[in-house]
């Protein structure tokens, strides 16, 4: 459905206006519960240019390919047949269960059939500083696709778009044209139960798939399937399972050991497989790995190889391990000089410290904005002990060291609703591109951007951001460099 309208010609005001009143309340967690949206509106789509929207496109197909070439590559690594340090390290703080179902031979060509890397645009082009494949914010971006049609304005995606992107990788994965799938919904992840469910009745809506968001005691099992017990009583067989819950709290699920047997016995369809080595924030470092350049081209190819390399930034794992005396880290320096110990980059100064620290995954600070220290936000104490506090959690939580970019500024305009007008403000923006993949094929849903005060570090879902979804505007004010 086109966003091809006989709606009056509105203000801008009027816009936001009518755009939040056909917002959902609910779709995300407020601290006030008398506020309907704890963020900013703004009057129209973000606006894109054909080359942005061409480039984030052909993003969607470099990631499922970078997936698809980490997975080969972490079991070449199990197998021997490439270097050991790289499944020691994917594996590294897991329980022995998670690695052996990561290593189950059922899921072993299993890669995330949703993908939404966090791509900030700066004056550079794109850098992806973020990969999720258990990603929140679904049917919130086709609420808001749905928002911005009531006034006539057409998202990238279409008003359908995240609907038919999420049934259409389950009717690829079971060969059926309207199947019937459970999403699973943790007590942990239960923050995204609200827009989940928005997604589940737009798709009903569209009659084109029978989707239910459960809690993981209403899943049932038989030797022969999965069903789900609806608020009513009644059951129903399930062709596919949507995990909706993280691995680091798999032992927090309950019913999670049926919902694994009958993935592993192919009585249901999983997404996204249960491999926790595909969720970890260190493959980027494995990407920049100057010892593994050879086997990345062979999986990927040169060009594409190069792609990725420009759009991940430069990364490491701190590792506290000791180097031999002749040894360096790689692409670390302090004053001009390689250093042997990440501890030396204490030393810089803050104009100097260009980096980020974060969780590489498997924990829950390892997701959203938590456990994220810039480096250059934090004194000289803080910041040697954040690299000291990660460095001692290598072998429980292992974390990575970052280069970090600032976003370029853009003007985005809002509606202001103390003076109930229309105000502008200096940003830098976050774009969230959801992408469904069904076999080869990677379709773009929707794509969130997330407009954050120029002053702001990290670009998140704050009260003082502008989030909206995206559209195609030639010319757009924050045009491709």
């Known amino acids: 459905m086109s966003c091809t309208s006989t709606i009056p ?33 703004a009057p129209e789509p973000f606006g894109l240019s ?64 949703v993908i939404r890397p966090d791509l900030l ?21 086709g609420a808001m696709a749905h928002a911005y049609c009531s006034v006539g304005l057409e998202s990238v995606g279409g008003r359908e778009g995240m609907a038919r992107g999420f049934a259409e990788i389950f009717a690829a994965q079971t060969g059926k044209e309207r199947p019937s799938v459970a999403v699973v919904v943790s007590e942990e992840s239960g923050d995204y139960r609200a827009e989940m469910s928005w997604l589940a009745a737009d798709i009903a809506r569209l009659g084109i798939a029978n989707i239910s968001v459960v809690r993981p005691e209403q899943i049932l099992f038989t030797e022969e399937a999965l069903f789900v017990r609806d608020e009513t009583g009644g059951e129903h067989r399930i062709d596919a399972l949507y995990r909706n819950f993280e691995l680091f709290d798999l032992l927090n699920v309950p019913k999670q050991e049926l919902m694994l047997y009958a993935a592993r016995h192919q009585r249901v369809r999983m997404t996204p497989p249960p491999k926790a080595h595909l969720e970890e924030k260190l493959s980027f470092a494995l990407l920049h790995h100057y010892a593994l350049q050879r086997l990345w081209v062979g999986e990927l190819g040169e060009e594409l190889f190069i792609r ?15 180097l031999p005396p002749q040894a360096a880290i790689v692409g670390v ?22 980096y980020v620290v974060k969780p590489s995954g498997f924990s829950e600070l390892a997701w959203g904005s938590r456990g994220v220290k810039v480096a250059n936000d934090l004194t000289r104490e803080e910041w040697s002990e954040a690299l000291r ?17 600032k976003p370029k500024r853009v003007r985005q305009s809002y509606l202001d609703r103390r ?23 990677v379709r773009v849903g929707g794509i969130l951007a997330t407009v954050a005060p120029a002053d702001k570090r990290l670009i998140h879902g704050m009260t003082d951001a502008v989030m909206a979804s995206c559209a195609l505007a030639p010319g757009a004010a924050a045009a491709a460099p």
């Open 333 to 354: 320096t302090v004053a001009g000089r390689p250093v042997d110990d990440f501890m030396h980059l204490a030393e810089l100064t803050k104009g100097e410290r260009e």
């Open 121 to 141: 645009i700066t004056e550079s082009g794109f850098v992806a500083s973020e990969l999720d494949s258990v990603p929140g914010g679904m049917g919130f971006v």
């Open 389 to 405: 506090s990660a460095l001692a959690a290598f072998e429980k939580t292992p974390h990575i060291l970052q280069r970090f970019h």
């Open 50 to 113: 054909e080359e942005q929207l061409s480039q984030i496109e052909r993003i969607g197909n470099d990631l499922l390919r970078f997936y698809k070439a980490l997975n080969t590559l972490y079991t070449r690594s199990v197998r021997g047949t490439a270097p050991a340090f790289i499944a020691e390290y994917l594996d590294l703080g897991k329980p022995e269960h998670i690695v052996r179902l990561s290593r189950q031979n059922r899921f072993k060509n299993d890669i995330p059939a």
């Open 308 to 322: 990725l390399r420009s759009l991940f930034p430069e990364t490491w794992i701190l590792d506290p391990r000791p």
């Open 9 to 41: 010609d509105l203000t801008a005001r009027e816009r936001a206006l009518q755009v939040e009143a056909a917002i959902p309340p609910g779709l995300f967690r407020v601290e006030n519960e008398q506020d309907r949206i704890a963020w900013r509106v």
């Open 419 to 441: 003076s109930d007008e229309i105000r502008t403000f200096d940003g830098r923006v976050r774009l969230c591109p959801y992408y469904f993949v069904s076999g080869d094929a």
